[in-house]
Structure formats: C-alpha cells, structure tokens
C-alpha cells in the first residue's frame, strides 16, 4: 500500500493546503516481500549426506542444525489487498442523509466541484452566523455523491480542511476515516496528517509515515519514532528519538514533545516539557501535548485561533474544568450544541467538592433548571448570561440556558429579561417555545418590544405577515450605525416572503438600506437556488458570510441568502439565521 509523507502546519491551526495537488486517484502497490534471514544453505561438510535437497550435518556436529535450501523456501505471501467487500466508494462519502437534513438527495446537484473546492478553500472562517455554520456543518458531512469535475477523494480532502478550519475535528475525522488509505491523493495525505494532531490522535500518523520526506523530511525520525513505540518496539524508538537529537533539524519542544509520546506509549522516553520558550502554539505542540494529557499554558491558548481552542474543547484526556472556557468558544462557533455545554457543565458539577459548588457556573445553570421557585430559576439564568461580554460566550452562555428559558412564562412584567431569553431559546432552536412571547411582548414598552418583535418576526414559524407600520415604527427608533438591524430586519422578511416586494422595495428608498445591491455573488447564489442546489446554497452562504460580525453584513447579503434557503427547502435555517442576526446587532 503505497502511503503519501506528512506535513506538519507551523501556523496557530495549520497551514494551508499547496494550490496544486495531483488529481489522480492513487492505484494500491504490492508490498514489498521480506525475505526470510535463513534463505541459503551453508555448503555440507565433507562426509555428510544429502537427500532431497536437505544436508544434514554429521553426527559428530554437536549443533545437528537442519539447514533448508532455497527449494523448499514457501512461496512468498500475497500483497495486503482490501476485499473485494470491504472497498468503500470514494463517490459517496459522509455522515449524514442529505433528506433529513433538508438538502434533498443530491445536495450539489450540477455544480461543478473545481469551483465549489476553491470557494470552500478560500472561505474566511469564522462565519458572522453560529447558525449558518451549524448548516453548513451537516452539508459538508452530507452522504451524497460527489459533484463533477473533481476528483472524489480530493472532495473529501476539500470538505475535511473547511471543516477543520472551522474546528469541525470530529467532523472532519468522520470523512478522513471513510476513505480507503490506498486511494489517499496527496491533498487528502496533508489533510489526514492535520485532522490527526486535531485530534490529538498520534496513532494515526502511523498510516502516512512511509515516504514522508517529501512533505518535511524533517520530522519523519520523530513520527517514526513514536510509531515504533505504539507498535510496542521501544527499543527501536528510543534509538530512533536518539539518532533524531543527534542528526535532525527539529529540536526544542517539539523534539520533547514527541519523545513524551513515545514514553506514554510505553517507550521508557521521560520528557520535560517546558513552555516558557514558546511564544506560538502550532497543530504539532497542540496536537502531541493534548495527546498525552497536557494542557498548553493558558497566554498560548488565549493567543490562539477560535478553531484550535474548538479543538481543545473535545480533548477527551484533559479534564471537563480544563475544557470549559474552550468549550465556551466551540459553542459560540455552532462546534458544540446547545446540550454538548450543558452536559459539560454537568460533568464539573458532579466533579466540584459540594463546599466549592456555591457560586460557579455549573451551579448557577443547576439553579436554572431546578431552582426552588420561578424567581430562582430566573435569577439563575440571569447571572449566566451576565457571566461575560465576550460575543462568542455569550452566545455559548445563551444556547447554555436555552432549554431552561423555555419554561419561563411570558409575562410583560418581565421586559428587561425578554430580549434574552428569545434570545436564548432561537440560540438552541427552540422556535415554537420562543413564539410564545409574541403577545407579552406587544405589551412591553418600545425598545423592549422592538427587540422581541423583530425575532420573532423572523424567528418564530408560522408568521405570514408583517405590518408595515409596525415596521416604520422599528426603523424611525433604530439606533444602530447606518440602520445595519433595519436592512437586516427587512433582508430577512424579505426572504422569508413575510413582507411584499414592494414593501420591501419602499422602504428600502425611504431609508437606503442597499438591499438591491448585485454583485455577481447574489448572481450565483439565486443560481443555485433556482437550481434547487441546497448544497451550494450553504457554501455560497458561507461565503458571503465572512466577517466577524453581523454589524459587517450586507443588507444585500443577508436577503439573497435566506431567500435562497427558502427557496431549497431549508426555512428552519432561514429563520434561525435571520433571527440570530438581530439577536445579536
């Protein structure tokens, strides 16, 4: 089996992938046949006797040692081949039915998968939208057959690097794992090298370690190395951790680091890592140190990239404490659910001493959910989503308390809580609990109402129309910079049909809010759209969604892509987009 060498990112995440990359899916090679030590013969000594071929030695030879000539040698074995049944299509690879995710059968429909793998790999991530990357999540693990004009294991590679950019590792592990290593283009080797130290998953550099010098020749003893220790040969890998101190160009932390592996893996290697040298955290550091259970030090975490603290989030050797304020950042990225955060809060409850509990986080959810009236309860949720002013954890802080919002009652007494808790609940997708509010939140006074109504106007199922005064209303008391919650707020009902065109087009010259602007993005959006390509909908949402916040969103933007959804079956996303664009502008 012929098996492509590894590249290791020097960058916080990983390094991005070569522009060229061979498109042609790789044939298996036999391999190579170790022939036995004692093949030859020695020449019998003179008087002994020969027959069939066997020369036994005299019986003065003390030693009477049978020696087995190159005739009766056994026929080399086979080369390892896949069974016929065990071959895995590299056409149709993923996770998740397309149907019942609502992308239809065939996702891509027509698209051209060349043009769809530049999008993908040029796409700036994180996306303004938790809600939008959640969807596109389940597109790129949809189990649907690859589009034309690319090469499907290069498909693969393309969706598994966009994924683990937007610290999807599980994600991406998913679709590396489901193609045969033989078929490995060298584009899928690099990405199967970054999903592993995503992973903090030394063994399955293993696979790839063969001609890894092509790659970075560099490193090649040091994955050798701790590969022969998991192969349980820890002489040959501290020989190998040895020869790589003496004559290799990688020193440092990252030549302790993997010494460290191969002590864990049972090589008899101690290593002391030392951290205080280190200014930068790469995929390597990240993914050796969590492999053996180390957590990097918290100025090297706090520097590093969302997507890489997304990875920490997962680590199943570090602690639920020592993945909280990650998990925190997975959350508000869309990585983790709305009941992933809550079972890890769960997880540091049960683990926190009883007398040290009072005052936490995982206490207060715990009041939250459980508390002794309604006004405990409220207060619970209150101090959790006071509990930062990060805009990525406080998002995680709302889809925490999302469920526990649902049984608060409406009641416009309660308009200073309102905006939140609709927040919280559209933040976990609880729509139909949200739309409850709607009649409260008529009764509430103007900013309060404002906030509530335009979520649920766009949020909550079942809305068919919206008044045209109440929405002059929203706009003459929009105070954002250049009215960006107006033009969002009319994008989103625009595409949604919940107010007409011409609606839309009135107040879209009263108050300049660009929502006609064309480019030739919104061009090939409405394309695939009317194509039905639910797929491409969500790479091409993913693409006019790039910017860190929904305040930098074009009106224009944001009307062609929850148009387009619609359009492909995917209202559920819509709305929840559009919604999540008000909540948090």
């Not at 927040?423 to 939140?441: E, I, K, P, T, V």
């Not at 008529?442 to 919206?466: F, H, I, Q, Y």
Request: aromatic share 4%; glycine share 8%; with cysteine.
């Amino acid at each position: 089996m012929r098996i492509k060498p590894l590249l290791i990112a020097t960058a916080a995440v990983a390094v991005a992938l070569p522009a060229i990359a061979q498109q042609v899916v790789q044939q298996p090679v036999p391999a190579p046949v170790t022939a036995p030590t004692n093949n030859v013969a020695s020449s019998p000594e003179p008087g002994a006797a020969t027959e069939g071929g066997t020369s036994v030695v005299s019986p003065g030879d003390e030693s009477a040692v049978e020696e087995i000539s190159n005739l009766n040698l056994p026929p080399p074995p086979p080369p390892t081949e896949y069974p016929g049944w065990a071959r895995r299509d590299p056409w149709v690879v993923g996770e998740l039915n397309p149907a019942q995710r609502g992308l239809g059968d065939n996702p891509w429909g027509t698209s051209s998968g060349a043009f769809l793998s530049v999008l993908m790999r040029r796409m700036d991530v994180p996306l303004a939208s938790r809600w939008a990357h959640i969807a596109l999540r389940d597109a790129l693990l949809a189990k649907a057959r690859a589009p034309v004009e690319v090469n499907p294991v290069d498909w693969v590679a393309e969706r598994s690097w966009l994924l683990l950019r937007m610290g999807e590792a599980d994600a991406a592990k998913m679709l590396i794992s489901a193609v045969d290593t033989d078929r490995f283009t060298p584009k899928m080797v690099q990405v199967a090298v970054q999903g592993a130290l995503a992973t903090a998953d030394p063994p399955a550099l293993c696979p790839l370690q063969d001609p890894i010098g092509k790659y970075d020749p560099m490193i090649r003893p040091l994955v050798q190395a701790m590969c022969s220790s998991l192969a349980g040969e820890p002489e040959t890998a501290s020989a190998q951790i040895d020869d790589a101190r003496r004559r290799g160009r990688v020193g440092g932390i990252d030549l302790a680091l993997a010494q460290k592996v191969v002590g864990a893996a049972g090589g008899g290697q101690a290593a002391t890592i030392e951290w205080d040298p280190v200014d930068s955290l790469t995929s390597w550091r990240f993914g050796l140190a969590t492999a053996t259970g180390m957590a990097p030090p918290d100025r090297l975490m706090n520097a590093a990239s969302p997507q890489l603290r997304a990875f920490q989030a997962r680590a199943p050797l570090l602690t639920p404490q020592q993945r909280l304020d990650s998990a925190m950042v997975a959350t508000g990225l869309g990585v983790f659910s709305s009941q992933s955060i809550m079972d890890l809060y769960s997880a540091i409850y049960d683990a926190t001493d009883p007398g040290d509990l009072a005052g936490t986080d995982a206490w207060q959810l715990r009041q939250a959910f459980v508390g002794k009236d309604a006004d405990a309860r409220l207060a619970g949720i209150r101090k959790m989503l006071d509990a930062s002013k990060n805009p990525l954890k406080k998002e995680a802080l709302r889809a925490a308390v999302a469920r526990a919002a649902t049984m608060v009652q409406p009641d416009a007494k309660l308009a200073k809580d309102a905006p939140e808790l609709i927040s919280a609940m559209l933040a976990g997708g609880y729509d139909q609990a949200a739309a409850r509010w709607a009649s409260a939140a008529a009764r509430m006074d103007d900013e309060a109402s404002d906030r509530c109504w335009a979520m649920l106007a766009l949020g909550a199922p079942n809305v068919t129309d919206v008044g045209t005064s109440r929405l002059n209303a929203f706009i003459k008391r929009d105070k954002s910079k250049d009215r960006v919650r107006s033009a969002l707020l009319v994008a989103g009902l625009l595409g949604l049909g919940r107010i007409t065109d011409d609606t839309a087009n009135s107040l879209n010259r009263r108050y300049d809010l660009g929502l006609t602007h064309q480019t030739s993005w919104t061009r090939m959006m409405d394309g695939a759209a009317q194509r039905g390509q639910a797929g491409t909908v969500l790479v091409l949402t993913g693409t006019g969604f790039q910017t860190p916040s929904f305040m930098q969103l074009p009106g224009s933007h944001m009307f062609h892509a929850i148009s387009s959804l619609k359009r492909t079956g995917q209202d559920f996303t819509a709305r929840m987009i559009a919604a999540e664009a008000l909540s948090r502008t």
